[in-house]
């Protein structure tokens, strides 16, 4: 297994924290044969397409100390790497399937890490109940910008960042968003771009909470579904 792709990163990975990660791929790969929590198990192929995917994002923003909301986060990506790298960072990992959330506790215990919760809830259920509590709301692969954005922007604080972790389609995501994200309380502020020979294309946006979100958002998730925003 080689670690070189994160030489390109500006956080220096270090020896306790690549033990951790090896502990995760291991258990990753392990719980995966029981049930699918990835279609990636090559070791090569996790701590690339995985581990390095998470952390991209991080080159142009500082992660340290701040209260992270993780929505769909799956097995646990980016959250659990996030938390591994920025052990100060406190975060929630908002997951709707039961075996994803016991398997995220398992790694949790294992790894002994600490202010990192598992929830399992629906992303807009859990954002409601949350609101402006979030300096930073973070999501990869879950969903497409105009369902995605609705149903965790209530729990952003102002100021606050929503990440969305995104491919080479985002470009047609955000045409589909048609402007609506400032409906609300959004801004697009920034957007990274990587052409990777492994990973292929990566699209990272950045939303800034410019205003409070309505309490007509989030609409029910079959209401959102109908009709995202742009639509």
């Known amino acids: 297994m080689e ?16 033990e951790k990660l090896i502990i995760f791929k291991n258990l990753l790969q392990q719980e995966n044969e029981k049930y699918n929590l990835t279609s990636i198990t ?57 075996k994803k959330i016991n398997f995220m506790n398992k790694v949790i215990q294992e790894l002994n890490l600490k202010n990192i919760w598992t929830v399992n809830k629906r992303a807009e259920e ?11 709301i973070i999501s990869r692969a879950m ?12 729990a952003l604080k102002i100021n606050g960042y929503f990440i969305c972790l995104k491919g080479k389609n985002a470009e047609f995501e955000i045409n589909d968003l048609n402007n609506c994200e400032n409906k609300i309380g959004l801004k697009l502020e920034k957007i990274q771009e990587i052409d990777d020979l492994v990973l292929g294309k990566r699209i990272n946006l950045f ?18 579904k109908k009709r995202p925003l742009g639509k």
């Open 42 to 98: 090559d070791d090569q192929e996790i701590i690339d397409k995985h581990f390095y995917d998470s952390l991209i994002f991080s080159n142009v923003f500082n992660l340290d100390n701040l209260e992270i909301m993780d929505i769909g986060t799956g097995a646990g990506f980016p959250g659990i790497v996030l938390k591994i790298i920025f052990p100060n960072s406190r975060i929630y990992l908002v997951e709707s399937n039961g």
């Open 207 to 224: 939303y800034i909470k410019i205003a409070s979100t309505s309490n007509f958002y989030p609409r029910l998730y079959c209401q959102i």
């Open 3 to 18: 670690w070189y792709k994160f030489k390109d990163l500006k956080v220096e990975l270090k020896d306790n924290q690549k």
């Open 143 to 154: 969903a497409p910008l105009n369902i995605l954005l609705e149903v965790g922007v209530q």
């Open 126 to 136: 859990f954002s409601v109940l949350n609101k402006e509590k979030f300096d930073l």
